[in-house]
């Protein structure tokens, strides 16, 4: 790609979501670059990546694919690991975010489950302050009828727990028509913000916080409490079951339960994982004035960045 000639700042852009919301899809259409992008259920992007700098309306700008909360390969935990590196990294390098994107599958009939918890995180992440910055978009309008497309579009507007708050401290809530001229027509919504601090960064970095303790740490290591006293409840109908099983001497019963009982404890371990990761994570150290240089260096001589962190194209 050749040299991008801006008269204005550079934009950075994040684009979150839930796996398969489109995210990759999004940043390749806008940015002319081609990141993979998934066809299964399974998430595709793993880890952070930056899409080729384009240039829009003189702003040379990046969008930042990121991972999303999933339950299929990485914990929230790690996601939330991999991308509070990357947020705290980049306000050490003083790059701070014109906007944030939020993008959410019109064609999801609730907003449920991980899509829900992609969101709070996302609200989290940001804070009141910055979401402004964002827009939550909504694709695949096309893949359903314009009927049922608004009422859901609507649902999501007015409700407390879906988009309502965030709307309300200044979000906008956009569409995209799977078109260039509409992914242009959304960034350009946010290219002329000033860019600003996330929340998390914030926390972390100007009020040293440790990650359990950030609004988004806080809210995760609740939610994986919460898993845990279901567990537990689970557990003690499932022994009572399997003692039930013995005395009965119902022996295809008794498997069956067992079986249940191993993919209980397996989930168990993985939340058990998820919470050390969070809890015992080491406190953010900014960088010292020789990892900053090396780091120069390092992008000069375009030596492979962090970890974590994939640039897709230099320019
Ligand atoms: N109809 C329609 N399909 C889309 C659109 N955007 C993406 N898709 C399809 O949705 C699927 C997932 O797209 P991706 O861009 O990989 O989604 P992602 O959010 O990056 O997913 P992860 O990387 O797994 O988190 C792919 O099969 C795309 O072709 C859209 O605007 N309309
Ligand atoms: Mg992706």
Known sequence: MGKIRTSEAPVNIMVMGSTGAGKTSFINLASGSELRTSSGLESCTEQIQLASPFTLDGHSVTLVDTPGFDDTTKSDSEILTIITDYVLSEYDKGNRFTGVIYLHRITDNRLGGAALRNFRFFCQLCGNDALPNSALVTN????????????????????????????????????HDGTVESAHAILRQLITNPPCTLLLQREIIEERK?????????????????????????MRELLKEIDEAIKQNDEADRLELEENRRRLEAQHARREEAERTIKEAPMYKRPTIWRKLRDIISSILCIPGRRGLTQTSIV
């Open 210 to 234: 440790h990650i359990s303790e950030t609004a988004a740490g806080v809210a995760l290591l609740g939610e994986l409490a919460l898993a845990e006293q279901k567990f537990r409840e689970q």
């Open 140 to 175: 695949m309008w096309n893949s359903i009828s314009l009927e049922i497309a608004e009422a859901r579009e609507s649902e999501l507007k007015q409700k407390d727990i879906f988009f309502k708050p965030a709307l309300d401290a200044g979000a906008k809530l956009l569409r």
